[in-house]
């Protein structure tokens, strides 16, 4: 499959000006006798990016489809790419074996909506100020800071200023004891190079931008107080 995505790199990327490079770095991958330019005319432009293996169907021991999926400007397609494996002494072998195909990409997925669970309202009371704490020491960096919302014998790595803490826009918390699995939904500041990265400031070019993502947090309570023992992605949304 990497074979495949290496050659789509250089299959989906052209332009007259390039042809003659295109030339010599498609001869790595085609069998004798195909066309050097894999039956592209010379006219006319591509680019593709974020080029990824996606699937491979095999039709028997030494023959494949191989699936990669790209993005070209605003659209995300597939390449089917006809690969013939040799193995031998000298190691494993592949070769594009025909003409590759392109074809739209499968749509997105139908996500059913999960129920969100019965909160604890006053669980979400207490855990919200503690929470806007940490998450201002796990965006700074402030080790000591961040240690005073940390679980007792657990440490957490911090972001060391990549980002800045902005706002704790929503906590879930589900009704259950003192060891709780919880989700956050945080805005975070992401600097703009260096400028200072100010939320209140009009001028797009000079304030970082606000990245909202959610973060599912295993929380213990300790006396009056609760503490993050483990952070998270949150996974998909509720409700």
Known sequence: MAFAAQFAGVYLNFSP???PSRT?????????????????????KMAAVAIQPYDIEATDGQNAVVSVAFQSGPRRLMLSVPIYYSGDDNGKRFVVAGRPAILPAPAPADLPQVAQPESDDAAVAELKPQLEGFFKDYASGDTAGLQRYVAAGKTLPSFGSAFTFAELKDVVVPVGGATREIQAVVVWIVPNGDAPATPSATDPAAVGGRLEQ???LTVEKQGDKWYVADIRGAGRAVG
């Open 17 to 19: 000006e390039d042809a």
């Open 214 to 216: 959610a973060y599912r």
């Open 24 to 44: 010599r770095k498609l001869a790595a991958f085609l069998a004798e006798g195909m066309d050097a330019q894999m039956w592209w005319d010379g006219f006319g």
